[in-house]
């Protein structure tokens, strides 16, 4: 199915979204795209999907400021089209992200790098994922993202980490 050292171009992504499945304080977060028939699947954490929140903002400000244009309504998807497609299969959980920014098709991106398991890992040998997306399609997962987060266990107002209702140890508080 795929290799690593293998780049996946989701060129243009024509659904972008990211969802949680599970408990509420077993939660998986997943990144989904599809592009044509190919529909790629990782897994990150709570905290990178705040991250690509808080990027993803600061990234539409910028482009806003910089490459101002009039936003088209009609092409920011509904909430209800925000759902994982099936299947649910994830390749890899993503060690980290970039979030970036193509001026001249006017194309935000997101370059997904795998995280590396096992002992016998090369560093060079890891997949990476792009998708490539319209700033209507980022404004619909910013919206997204806020539903998922907020679907789960409250962040700690110190800290920002998920709190554990039964233990939740607070790195600023400790």
């Known amino acids: 199915r795929w290799m690593s050292n293998e780049v996946i171009d989701l060129n243009p992504t024509e659904h972008i979204t990211v969802d949680a499945i599970g408990k509420p304080d077993e939660r ?3 990144l989904q795209g599809q592009a044509g028939e190919q529909l790629v699947t990782l897994i990150l954490e709570q905290e990178q999907v705040v991250a690509l929140s808080i990027a993803g903002d600061e990234l539409l400000d910028i482009l806003e400021q910089q490459y101002s244009r009039e936003l088209n309504q009609f092409q920011i998807p509904p909430p209800e089209s925000m759902a994982l497609q099936a299947p649910v299969e994830p390749l890899f959980q993503i060690a980290q992200f970039q979030l970036g920014y193509d001026a001249d098709r006017d194309y ?6 795998e995280l590396p398991t096992g002992p016998e890992f090369d560093i060079s040998n890891l997949a990476v994922v792009r998708f490539w997306f319209t700033r209507e399609q980022m404004i619909a997962l910013l919206g997204q993202i806020d539903d998922v987060i907020s679907d789960g266990s409250p962040l700690c107002p110190a800290c920002g980490e998920p709190m554990d209702p039964q233990n939740h140890t607070c790195i600023r508080n400790n």
């Open 108 to 113: 935000l991106v997101i370059i997904a790098i």
């Open 28 to 30: 998986t977060f997943l």
